[in-house]
């Protein structure tokens, strides 16, 4: 296949793929709490095309109670001030061969990340 032509649109099968997407994209991550959003801008390790992605409250995840939740969740916390989960997806504009009509863009890469890097790696 030429270099310049897009990759196959594809989710990845394992999550070891998911982990290694991240890791090679965490220098691309900045995680800004006092603005309240997570800006992922760079290319994308697997179809090498630049995206950009904002994540903001309702993409976050705590990834540990905070001092002072109660077990049940039902005091509110600030998921800005701990460790936080959120799913960054390659968002590039190149049309991708086989990729589902709705979808917002990208070349299927996504992974789960945690303040800028990957989980569980």
Same mark, same amino acid.
């Given at each position: 296949? !030429? *270099?310049?032509? !897009? ?7 394992? %999550?070891?793929?998911? =982990? ?31 995206? =950009?992605?904002? @994540?903001?409250? #309702?993409?976050?995840? @705590? =990834?540990?109670?905070? *001092?002072? *939740? ?5 005091? !509110? ?22 990729? !589902? ?7 299927? *890469?996504?992974?789960? %990340?945690? #303040? ?6």
């Amino acid at each position: 296949m !030429p *270099a310049n032509d !897009p990759v196959q649109y594809q989710t990845f099968a394992n %999550m070891n793929d998911s =982990e290694e997407w991240a890791r090679a994209l965490v220098g691309s991550v900045q995680v800004d709490r006092e603005n309240r959003v997570v800006v992922v801008a760079g290319t994308c390790p697997r179809c090498d095309d630049v995206f =950009e992605q904002e @994540i903001r409250n #309702d993409d976050i995840t @705590i =990834e540990a109670v905070a *001092a002072g *939740a109660t077990a049940d969740n039902s005091r !509110p916390r600030d998921k800005w001030r701990g460790p936080m989960r959120f799913t960054v997806a390659c968002l590039c504009r190149v049309e991708h061969p086989g990729r !589902p009509s709705g979808t917002k863009g990208g070349c299927g *890469a996504a992974a789960i %990340m945690r #303040d800028g890097g990957a989980v569980g790696g």
